[in-house]
């Protein structure tokens, strides 16, 4: 199997909260780590990729210090989103691969629903 | 950035029927393509994978690949309601270094009682 866990599933907090999402690979080691973001009815947008032990490469118009990303073992990483307002609500979906090269499947954790009120 | 296109749909099937969703992709030097199912308000399941030009047959599911015209496909026999969902075809790209997958759209499948 390939059980990747995300927590919290959902959040409901108040305008400028830090909010922290964690996602654990269970049975494999994940070389690497992805976050997702997806708005209602959208397809799914990478924010970021994360190696383990390395600093995450964050795709383009996503800012780095509103989305703070950790990868400090084989089996975490975690998401901070900082200071999170309104529109900073959306589903958050972690992913883990047991490879860097992009030919093994991703697995996807249960997803995050965040709102920011 | 490759890109991956799928009809958005709905693609509407009766319940028994064969669904046949498709996926072009732009990337010429793509070797894998994933299959995910993800429901509405849940996070995308993977259903297959296949790397070899032909068929791969999982249950009632069969990817098809066809790399000479740049087409992926996934049949779902004997559709049930419970395969309603929406249907997301993906495939690796590299750039730089970096590894990711890029999703298509994907297709809406209704499968009608």
């Known amino acids: 199997g390939a059980v990747v866990s995300q927590h919290p599933s959902r959040v409901i907090c108040k305008s400028g909260t830090s909010v922290k999402i964690e996602c654990r690979s269970l049975?494999?080691?994940?070389?690497?780590m992805f976050w997702y973001r997806q708005f209602p009815k959208k397809s799914l947008m990478l924010m970021a990729t994360?190696?383990?032990?390395?600093?995450?490469?964050?795709e383009q118009g996503v800012e780095k210090d509103k989305f703070l990303i950790n990868h400090a073992s084989l089996t975490l990483s975690t998401l901070t989103v900082t200071s999170a307002h309104p529109e900073d609500s959306s589903f958050y979906i972690c992913?883990?691969?047991?490879?860097?090269?992009?030919?093994?499947?991703?697995?996807f954790g249960d997803g995050t629903r965040l709102s920011i009120l | 950035q490759k890109e991956v296109e799928q009809n958005s749909g709905p693609l509407s099937v009766p319940e028994g029927a064969i669904a046949s969703l498709n996926c072009t992709y732009s990337?010429?030097?793509?070797?894998?393509f994933f299959w995910y199912r993800q429901y509405s308000g849940k996070s995308p399941e993977l259903i297959m994978f296949?790397?070899?030009?032909g068929d791969k047959e999982d249950g009632r599911f069969t990817a098809q690949l066809n790399k000479a015209s740049q087409y992926v496909s996934l049949l779902i026999r004997d559709s049930q309601p419970s395969d309603s969902a929406t249907y997301l075809c993906?495939?690796?790209?590299?750039?730089?270094?970096?590894?990711?997958?890029?999703f298509g759209s994907g297709t809406r499948l209704q499968v009608q009682p």
């Open positions: 992913s883990a691969s047991r490879d860097s090269r992009g030919d093994q499947p991703q697995h």
């Open positions: 049975d494999f080691q994940a070389t690497t």
């Open positions: 994360s190696n383990e032990g390395s600093k995450a490469t964050y």
């Open positions: 990337d010429r030097g793509s070797q894998s």
């Open positions: 296949i790397y070899s030009n």
């Open positions: 993906a495939v690796p790209w590299s750039l730089m270094g970096r590894r990711a997958l890029t």
